[in-house]
T-cell receptor
Framework: DQQVKQNSPSLSVQEGRISILNCDYT??????FLWYKKYPAEGPTFLIS???IKDKNEDGRFTVFLNKSAKHLSLHIVPSQPGDSAVYFC????????????WGLGTSLAVNP | KAGVTQTPRYLIKTRGQQVTLSCSPI?????VSWYQQTPGQGLQFLFE???????NKGNFPGRFSGRQFSNSRSEMNVSTLELGDSALYLC?????????????FGPGTRLTVL
């Protein structure tokens, strides 16, 4: 039972355009959501997070939007750069002292020059 | 500050053997988590250790075990290896007091079981 779903295994965009990566979740009790980026042969690196009490968080070219009624979040990358080509994971944190993050399967983004 | 280190980076074993993977967390991080990554399965949580105690456990068979030492370094052991154990094994460390459990990952150990 996948509590965090990234329904698009892959995405291809042109350099300079917007990349939109989507994530859906089933548990309305998650209190934080995180996005990680992973290059081949490296571990994932933290990108950006959002609290469940917010609907938007922005950090440079990266913005995460949270729609709680739809149990949906999205990561926007504007403008996309070839160096953004990586696998992006969405993760959710349950509330309270449970520290076990719940991960999506990832979306592979290719930014074409 | 040095990042999370994992050794070895690559490992080839045969079915039935056992393997031990090592992880050194970022200095000051006392929580260490282990994940298995396989194509199409994303990051599967194995277990988390803090203060030498297992705090959380994922849905893996008992062949997968771990431990943490007093210096926060952690080891993961897989016994009686199966072909399906071929994967990238990732270790992540974190502070216990952050709000959203930001995990800092090592580069992983690529295990191939023949």
């Amino acid at each position: 039972d996948q509590q965090v779903k990234q329904n698009s295994p892959s995405l291809s965009v042109q350099e300079g355009r917007i990349s939109i990566l989507n994530c859906d979740y089933t548990n309305s009790m998650f209190d934080y959501f995180l996005w990680y980026k992973k290059y081949p042969a490296e571990g994932p690196t933290f990108l950006i997070s959002i609290s469940s009490i917010k609907d938007k968080n922005e950090d440079g070219r990266f913005t995460v939007f949270l729609n709680k009624s739809a149990k949906h979040l999205s990561l926007h990358i504007v403008p996309s750069q070839p160096g953004d080509s990586a696998v992006y994971f969405c993760a959710a944190k349950p509330p309270g002292n449970n520290r076990k993050l719940i991960w999506g399967l990832g979306t592979s983004l290719a930014v074409n020059p | 500050k040095a990042g999370v280190t994992q050794t070895p980076r690559y490992l080839i074993k045969t079915r039935g053997q056992q393997v031990t993977l090592s992880c050194s967390p970022i200095s000051g991080h006392r929580s260490v988590s282990w994940y298995q990554q396989t194509p199409g399965q994303g990051l599967q949580f194995l277990f988390e250790y803090f203060s030498e105690t297992q705090r959380n456990k994922g849905n893996f068979p008992g062949r997968f075990s771990g431990r943490q030492f007093s210096n926060s370094r952690s080891e993961m052991n897989v016994s009686t290896l199966e072909l399906g154990d071929s994967a990238l094994y990732l270790c992540a460390s974190s502070l216990l007091r952050d709000r959203y459990n930001e995990q800092f990952f090592g580069p992983g150990t690529r295990l191939t079981v023949l």
